[in-house]
């Protein structure tokens, strides 16, 4: 399922994406009973889009303006759920940047400094080598 805020509204449309779904409609229409190939379908709406001239799409670009509207005039009344994402403290201490190689060999202890790690190393280095 979908996370969020199941009360947050719904996304506005573009002009195309009007256009696809009043092509879907009139797919439907046509054909009803036919499954449609989402590959093949979306290649036919984008060549159509390709081709229309201005005056065809001002009307599917009205109705992204009106669909706009609405999304705006929805987000200003809707108040995003408690517990969301909480705004950082400006007071907060910063974290440290990251440690430069020398600092970390340094402060690594004795792997870094080539010390043995515990005193049993040495023993069974020893005995691997008997072997």
Known sequence: MAKGDPKKPKGKMS???FFVQTCRK????????VPVNFAEFSKKCSERWKTMSGKEKSKFDEMAKV????????MKDYGPAK???KKKDPNAPKRE?????EN??????PRATGEPVSPHREAYKLRNLAF
């Open 26 to 33: 009139e797919h439907k229409k046509k054909s009803p009973e």
């Open 15 to 17: 002009a195309y994406a």
């Open 83 to 85: 517990g969301g994402k």
């Open 104 to 109: 970390k060999t340094s402060e690594q202890g």
């Open 67 to 74: 669909d706009k509207v609405r999304y705006d005039r929805e």
């Open 97 to 101: 940047f990251g440690k430069t190689q």
